[in-house]
């Protein structure tokens, strides 16, 4: 199923004055049927969602549909908690539980900036509302649609929880002006770059990666720290985990050696995917320019 452009903008105006006014704990139930229905109406991309999954996995196509069905799922829940957030930031705290603040704390302590290098896992937005609702000065990369209304609706939903997007795509100007600021950016590098990235194993698949982020750290020194939010079984509940910043074992700056340090950030989000397969965005074509993934 494929929505035109207005039909999609109207349903999502449709789905906001619903959720709205509703308890919170309906609404995620609200959500998690949309995300169901979803992925029984979207066969085309269903289908290359669990090729995908069968490919990167080595798993059977049963499997493959269960994971498939649980990121649709999670996804629903996850668009369903951008709308809510507005009116539940004060609550935040309660919903999303932090883990080893005191490696972002040490990075940002240094005054070079944070580069944040996370990916479509649990819900990504969720995670840099809870490191703004902590009074960091956080700043998100990624907000390009397809249509201009829907990309300013995101802009605003986060610029009202403290989330600032850098321009409406990837601007490096504007990131690099947020690390001189001493400030945090939030980076997803699990989209395909094409003939823009650097091809390093992903999920143990040849992908092309974003290398922007890696060359921004080594630039201002600013340290490159995974982060990655995993929503619980209840599905209203999150675990944001802050780890070390990145670092090559065999050079004394992360990043000197390029092609190493990609795939470095690529074997950290590929083993948290492995861990939480039905957390990740199955439906996006990864892999599309190196193995013609559609």
Not at 4 to 12: P, S, V
Not at 191 to 205: C, S, T
Not at 215 to 238: A, N, Q, W
Request: glycine residues 8%; hydrophobic residues 40%.
């Amino acid at each position: 199923m494929r929505l035109g452009r207005e039909m999609t903008w109207k349903l999502i105006q449709f789905v906001q004055s619903i959720l709205k006014n509703i308890p919170y704990k309906m609404a995620m139930k609200v959500g998690s049927f949309l995300g169901s229905v979803f992925w029984a109406l979207s066969k085309k991309r269903v289908d290359g969602a669990e090729y995908r999954c069968v490919k990167a996995l080595g798993i059977g196509v049963s499997t493959a549909r269960q994971i498939v069905r649980a990121s649709y799922v999670n996804l629903g829940r996850s668009v369903t908690e951008f709308i809510c957030l507005p009116d539940m930031i004060s609550n935040l705290n309660e919903l999303v539980t932090i883990h080893g603040e005191e490696h972002l704390k040490k990075a940002f302590d240094l005054g070079k900036g944070v580069i944040a290098i996370t990916a479509h896992l649990g819900n990504w937005e969720m995670a840099a509302a809870a490191v703004a609702a902590k009074g960091y000065p956080m700043n998100a990369i990624g907000a390009e649609q397809r249509d201009e209304r829907i990309t300013d609706l995101i802009i605003d939903s986060r610029q009202r929880w403290g989330v600032t997007t850098v321009s409406k795509g990837f601007s490096l100007k504007a990131a690099m002006t947020c690390l001189k600021r001493g400030e945090i950016l939030a980076i997803l590098i699990d989209q395909d770059a094409k003939e823009k990235g650097v091809v390093a194993p992903f999920l143990g698949l040849p992908a092309s990666t974003p290398y922007g982020p890696i060359k921004m750290s080594l630039k201002y020194g600013s340290p490159m720290i995974p982060v990655y939010i995993i929503r619980r079984e209840d599905g209203t509940h999150h675990d944001l985990y802050f780890l070390p910043p990145f670092e090559d074992p065999s050079s004394e700056f992360f990043g000197t050696d390029l092609e190493k340090a990609v795939a470095i950030c690529n074997n950290s989000i590929s083993s948290w995917i492995t861990k939480y397969p039905g957390q990740w965005m199955w439906l996006y074509p990864r892999w599309a320019s190196t193995l013609g993934d559609k």
